[in-house]
C-alpha cells in the first residue's frame, strides 16, 4: 500500500461517501480510469490561468514544513526512484520546493504571491479522468482507537508484526510488482498467503503487535496502513506500515452493496461502520475478499506517508506515484466540507506526499485531514471534483 504509509484512506473501504445527490450528479466518470498506453499524467497549462489562492500564516508556517519534509526524502539515495515521470525530474522537483520555500518566507499579499507563483512557476495539470483535467478529491484522516497490548475478552482482534519469512518484491508496496513472496523453511520461495489463508490459519499466532476490540476496526487499520492507539494506562502508541503480502486491494462497499446489507444510495464510510459494528460476526466474511494483508512496527513521529517523512494535517496528499511526481509541490482547487459540513470552495498549496493501493490513476487524489474524530467527519465528508496542477519553477 506505502512504503512507509499514512492513515485512513476511507474510499478504499467504500469507493464514495457522498449523499446520493452528490453520486447521482457524478454518475458515469470512471474517476480510477486508468492511463492508456503511452499517454502521461499531466499537461502544461498556462500558469496565468492558476486559480487565486489565499495564505494564511499558519497556512505558509505548516507549508514550510512540508516542504522541509520532502526535501528530507529527496536527500536520500533511493529517492532516484521513480523518477523521471511525466516528464518532470528529480533535480526539477528539489528546485521547485526550495524556490516555492523562499517566495513563502517572504512577506507579501495575497496578490503578491500569487503574481510571483503564476510567474516562476510552470503549471502541469492533471488530465483526470476524462482528459479534461477532471480529479475526484476525498479524504483520510489519522485515528486513534482504544487498543491492548494483550488478548482478552474485549481485545481479539490482532494487528502483527512483519513476518520473518516475507520478502517484498523490489518496487516496495506497488501492487503491480505481484505478490511478496514467502521464504520456507528449505530456503524456497512462493506465493505470501492471502488475507484469507492468514486469518483461516492463524499462521501468525505470536506475532501480534495490539489488539482491538473490533474486527471491523482492526480492519480499517489495514486498509489505512497505520494507526495511533490509546492503550489501557492511557498512552499512546504509534504504528506504522512494515509490509505488505503485496496483493491488488479488494474494496468491500461494492460486495455490501449487492449482497443488499445497505442501500447503494446509502453507502458511506460510516453507513458500512454501524453496519459491521452491528453484525461483527460478518465482517471475516467480506474482508476475506480482499486478499491485500499488511503488517506493523511501532513509530514515533508520524504519520508517516509513502516518502517515509510526517504527512501534515491540510498540507499533505495521496497520488498514483507511478504517474505523479513524488514529493512535488501542487496546487489543489476543489470544494471541502466547513464546521457546518457545507461544501465551500477550496484552493490551496499541497504537497504530494503519500499514496494508496486503491488510488492508481489520474482522476483520483485523497486530502490529509488530520487527526481524531473532527477530522474523521471532514475525511467523511469529502467528496469533490476539481483540478490538480503541479508546480515546477522555471529554469
Excluded at 48 to 75: V, W
Excluded at 93 to 115: C, G, H, I, M
Excluded at 365 to 384: F, S
Aim: aromatic share 10%; proline share 7%; hydrophobic share 35%.
Amino acid at each position: 500500500m506505502r512504503t512507509a504509509l499514512a492513515w485512513i484512506l476511507l474510499p478504499l473501504i467504500i469507493l464514495a461517501f457522498a449523499s446520493c445527490k452528490s453520486r447521482s450528479k457524478k454518475a458515469g466518470k470512471e474517476y480510477n480510469k486508468p492511463l492508456g498506453a503511452g499517454e502521461v499524467a499531466l499537461r502544461e497549462v498556462d500558469s496565468q490561468s492558476l486559480p487565486r489562492l489565499s495564505l494564511t500564516p499558519a497556512s505558509r508556517a505548516d507549508m514550510e514544513k512540508g516542504i522541509a519534509n520532502s526535501l528530507a526524502y529527496f536527500a536520500k539515495a533511493s529517492s532516484d526512484n521513480g523518477y523521471p515521470v511525466a516528464g518532470i525530474t528529480k533535480d526539477q522537483v528539489v528546485r521547485s520546493l526550495k524556490a516555492l520555500d523562499e517566495l513563502l518566507r517572504v512577506p507579501s499579499t495575497d496578490d503578491e504571491f500569487n503574481q510571483q507563483l503564476h510567474t516562476r512557476f510552470r503549471a502541469y495539470m492533471s488530465i483526470g479522468c476524462d482528459d479534461k483535467g477532471t480529479v475526484l478529491y476525498t479524504g483520510y484522516f489519522t485515528p486513534v482507537w482504544p487498543a491492548s497490548l494483550t488478548q482478552d475478552a474485549t481485545y481479539r482482534y490482532p494487528l502483527y508484526k512483519k513476518p520473518s519469512d516475507l520478502v517484498m518484491p523490489p518496487q516496495g508496496g506497488d501492487p503491480a510488482a505481484g505478490p511478496a513472496q514467502q521464504r520456507m523453511p528449505d530456503g524456497s520461495m512462493r506465493p505470501y498467503p492471502q488475507r484469507s489463508v492468514i486469518d483461516g490459519t492463524g499462521m501468525l499466532r505470536g506475532q501480534e503487535l495490539a489488539w482491538l476490540a473490533d474486527p471491523f476496526d482492526a480492519y480499517c487499520v489495514q486498509v489505512q496502513g497505520s494507526a495511533k492507539l490509546r492503550l489501557n494506562d492511557g498512552s499512546v502508541m504509534e504504528i506504522g506500515y512494515d509490509g505488505t503480502n503485496n496483493y491488488a486491494y479488494h474494496g468491500i462497499g461494492e460486495d455490501v452493496v449487492r449482497d443488499a446489507k445497505i442501500a447503494k444510495e446509502d453507502l458511506s464510510y460510516f453507513t458500512l461502520r454501524s453496519y459491521f459494528h452491528a453484525h461483527p460476526q460478518e465482517v471475516q466474511t467480506y474482508i476475506d475478499t480482499n486478499p491485500r494483508y499488511v503488517f506493523f512496527r511501532r513509530v514515533q513521529g508520524g504519520p508517516f506517508g509513502s516518502l517515509g517523512q510526517p504527512v501534515i494535517a491540510n498540507i499533505s496528499i495521496a497520488t498514483d506515484k507511478s504517474i505523479f511526481p513524488r514529493g512535488a509541490p501542487t496546487l489543489v482547487q476543489t470544494r471541502t466540507a466547513d464546521p457546518q459540513n457545507q461544501n465551500v470552495d477550496y484552493v490551496a498549496l499541497r504537497l504530494d506526499q503519500d499514496t494508496g493501493g486503491g488510488i492508481r490513476a489520474p482522476g483520483h487524489a485523497d486530502l490529509y485531514m488530520g487527526e481524531g474524530e473532527d477530522n474523521e467527519r471532514r475525511a467523511g465528508a469529502q467528496y469533490n471534483e476539481g483540478k490538480l496542477f503541479y508546480l515546477i519553477v522555471k529554469e
